[in-house]
């Protein structure tokens, strides 16, 4: 391919948009929408893996040290506790710690402490973090095996919901994002279809002189990329300035629930997208054109 047939190619994509005005701006309003969807049920999909990860990270056993181990035989357990394998960190929590952090809750009911005559019934007690919560089962049977140790626990019941919300959420997540994208072909594709049917005539009569099936097909394909990109641009406008939005809304009201920050995620959608509207308007133009071409 020399440098005037490339030129002619781009000439006669840039001809045909401007021709077929309406056609193309119904195509890129298309391309620009459903990729939107697309978009917004990617960031919803990523953001609620992240915090699926945030809560399996949330998850830990406590470890509640019987009343009469004195400080060496605590010291012990606690490097024990950091030895087990899977173990991330281990914190110590004191007696006196434990009935703070007790005040802290109870807030402006700090009155009804009153009647343990001050008395701490709180015992010596550790939280380990675990590096993987699938492996929080095993490590709490080999926590509850150490010398001194009263109990472990971990909640059992809410982890093994959360487990199985997570995995929900992970693998519906995926499967609606595929099935948004396979949505977003068929329509980006039945839209480009109406734009080379109406042309169809032209890509006959190319075809009785004697044009190859590439010569006809680069022009189109050229206009789909460029319909699918103007289209992915335009989505990638509406999505970048309502995420930031978003993110200044939910930080304003709602600090504590993680969502991904900005900047890098906007980048990697935003390339995602113009990507994908890109392929998918070649494709879809691809895809369309075979019907005319078996002449």
Do not use: C
């Amino acid at each position: 391919m020399n440098f005037s047939t490339k030129e002619y190619f781009v000439r006669e994509t840039y001809k045909s948009v401007r021709r077929n005005g309406f056609m193309s701006f119904a195509s890129i309003s298309t391309v620009a929408v459903s990729l939107m969807v697309l978009g917004i049920f990617l960031l919803i999909f990523l953001n609620t893996n992240n915090l699926a990860q945030h809560l399996e990270s949330q998850v830990q056993v406590s470890v509640y040290m019987q009343d009469d181990a004195n400080n060496e035989e605590l010291e012990a357990v606690h490097a024990k506790l950091e030895k087990i394998e899977g173990v991330v960190k281990v914190t110590a929590i004191t007696k006196a710690a434990a009935l703070e952090r007790f005040k802290e809750r109870l807030g402006d009911q700090q009155k009804l402490l009153d009647s343990l005559g001050g008395d701490n019934p709180f015992p010596n007690s550790f939280d380990v973090q675990v590096e993987s919560p699938d492996d929080i089962k095993r490590i709490t049977e080999e926590i509850d095996k150490l010398p001194k140790v009263e109990t472990a626990r971990f909640g059992q019941e809410v982890v093994e919901h959360l487990f199985y919300l997570t995995k929900v959420l992970r693998f519906g997540g995926i499967a609606l994002v595929v099935f948004l994208a396979m949505g977003t072909l068929f329509i980006i594709s039945n839209t480009i279809r109406l734009t080379v049917f109406a042309r169809r005539e032209e890509v006959i009569i190319m075809k009785y002189v004697g044009a190859t099936d590439w010569f006809i097909r680069w022009p189109f394909l050229l206009e789909g990329m460029s319909l699918g990109f103007l289209g992915a641009v335009a989505a990638n406008i509406v999505l970048n300035i309502s995420y930031s939005s978003l993110l200044s809304t939910i930080h304003a009201t709602l600090a504590f629930l993680p969502l991904l920050p900005y900047s890098p995620l906007m980048i990697y959608v935003s390339i995602f997208l113009l990507l994908a509207g890109t392929a998918i308007g070649a494709l879809g133009s691809y895809i369309s054109l075979r019907k005319y071409l078996r002449v």
